[in-house]
């Protein structure tokens, strides 16, 4: 299978069908070949869409675009001086019309499967995982956009980003659907929604797991993140389904405008969906679902809410409850989402978590916590990223002090800050009768390799904010790393 698609020319005529535009000129009737928002693909035969990004504007490139000969563009500013022979189409938003356009060019991709889309600040990756995992189970042919990776019914693509651009979105449905998929299962970021990424894509679900602070680099506010959140759901159908965790106090509101049919789901109070912790251990969950009971092999509170949303989503989707619930129990969290790696020489337990958020930390080691024996000791290594929102990093650094009878903050992908300035950043946040406790190392592979020399048996390690990562970025380069492979060489010593 291509990872591009080949994909016959459209006329623009029926590409812009069912997009609102305030202006055309030129003429409609004419081939596109392909739908580009990068001006260095730009030439004969594409369709160029001037996109006002973070970084930057597609606007301003406009002149190198209109040199190489391109056919046509969609603009929010009609631009001076262009060619005869070159349609110009205005529009209100023109990120938004790119995912309408790449839906068009790509002949609606997500309306020839059921495409569930999750969103939230955490359990989004775990959540489609095993939704993806659950019905391949179930015998269905599935696709998969992911943090950790995209699947073509079983085929394994690179993933860059949370959710892809509108283009990549659709050409991997577009695949998904040559596959032979019946179910797409995808990631919906904070970020896509606000830029318009998943513009255009017809959702047969959506599902919203939980809301904390998170992204406030990009979004500024708090209320600007939930905004961005509730517009997901804002763009279902009414022929969609919206389940929500009404567990959390923004469950609600993020429905409060959608048109789709409104499901919620809960540990703690009444709901469509409706869940029991019965025990909860090292071994996995035992629980009440919907009166029956259910032994998994996921450990965790949080867990327990991802099953649930995962066994609703199924039965929403018409599976079997015997059958959904049977397969449901045999699968395994996602990578780097509480990975075990154990030293059996010296009985110490490392746990690999993606938790880069203060509440992802905090249930973890909740959890830990939790499962821990009396005399153990739970030793916590944990950094946060460079050019990410800063007013986590005091709170991370306090939470893991909480949790933890040993922290070592280290460096996470300091990408283009210096690794000790955030560091610092976190130390603001140890309480001072913490601070004993405290290290700071900024090598992570010293952090991690001191944190396994320090614990005795019985103890446990968590190693937080990478997970599935295999790299350190740090100014601009990106450098092999492996949180588990640490572990893992450090326990075989």
Do not use: W
């Amino acid at each position: 299978m291509k990872e591009d698609m080949e994909q016959p020319s459209k006329t623009l005529k029926s590409l812009l069908q069912g997009l609102k535009t305030l202006q055309i000129l030129g003429s409609t009737d004419i081939a596109i070949e392909e739908v580009i928002f990068d001006s260095r693909k730009a030439g004969p035969g594409k369709l160029f869409v001037a996109v006002k990004g973070v970084q930057v504007d597609g606007h301003q490139f406009i002149p190198q675009v209109l040199q190489a000969n391109t056919s046509a563009l969609i603009v929010e500013t009609i631009p001076e001086n262009v060619p005869d022979q070159v349609t110009i189409v205005q529009v209100a938003n023109s990120a938004q019309a790119l995912g309408f356009l790449a839906s068009a060019f790509y002949e609606h991709p997500s309306r020839q499967l059921d495409l569930i889309g999750v969103t939230g600040t955490n359990g989004k990756t775990t959540t489609v995982t095993l939704l993806y995992d659950l019905f391949s189970g179930l015998g269905f042919k599935c696709g998969l956009l992911s943090t950790v990776e995209n699947r073509i019914a079983g085929q394994v693509i690179a993933s860059t980003h949370t959710t892809p651009d509108a283009v990549a979105i659709n050409a991997l449905l577009a695949q998904m659907v040559e596959a032979g998929c019946e179910y797409a299962f995808m990631e919906v970021s904070s970020h896509a929604v606000d830029q318009g990424r998943v513009a255009g894509l017809d959702f047969k679900g959506g599902i919203f797991t939980n809301i904390t602070h998170d992204h406030l680099d990009y979004h500024k506010t708090f209320d600007n993140y939930i905004r961005a959140k509730k517009g997901f759901f804002d763009q279902l159908s009414k022929k969609a389904f919206a389940l929500v965790n009404v567990d959390d106090k923004r469950g609600m509101v993020m429905t409060q405008n959608t048109a789709a049919t409104v499901y919620r789901y809960s540990l703690r109070q009444m709901a469509e969906f409706r869940a029991r912790i019965i025990e909860n251990s090292l071994t996995g969950l035992h629980l009440d679902i919907d009166n029956q009971e259910f032994y998994g092999r996921l450990i965790g509170e949080f867990n327990a809410y991802n099953l649930l949303a995962v066994y609703a989503t199924a039965i929403l989707l018409e599976q079997d409850k015997v059958d959904t619930l049977t397969q449901l129990s045999q699968l395994k969290a996602a990578e780097g989402r509480f990975d075990y790696v154990l030293d059996a020489k010296r009985k110490v337990t490392a746990i690999v978590d993606y938790a880069h958020t203060p509440d992802a930390l905090e249930k973890v080691l909740e959890t830990i916590q939790a499962l821990r024996k009396a005399d153990s000791k739970v030793l916590t290594v944990v950094g946060c990223g460079g050019d990410r929102d800063r007013t986590k990093r005091p709170t991370m650094a306090k939470v893991a002090c909480q949790y933890s009878d040993q922290v070592i903050l280290t460096s996470d992908n300091p990408r283009s800050e210096e690794p000790e300035a955030i560091i610092r950043e976190m130390e603001a946040g140890v309480p001072a009768e913490a601070r004993r406790q405290v290290l700071s190392i900024t090598d992570r592979k010293e952090a991690i390799r001191t944190a396994c020399r320090l614990a005795q048996s019985g103890d446990v390690v968590l190693v937080a904010g990478k997970g599935h990562e295999k790299y350190q970025e740090i100014k601009g380069v990106k450098h092999p790393f492996d949180d588990k492979e640490i572990l893992n060489e450090e326990f075989s010593l």
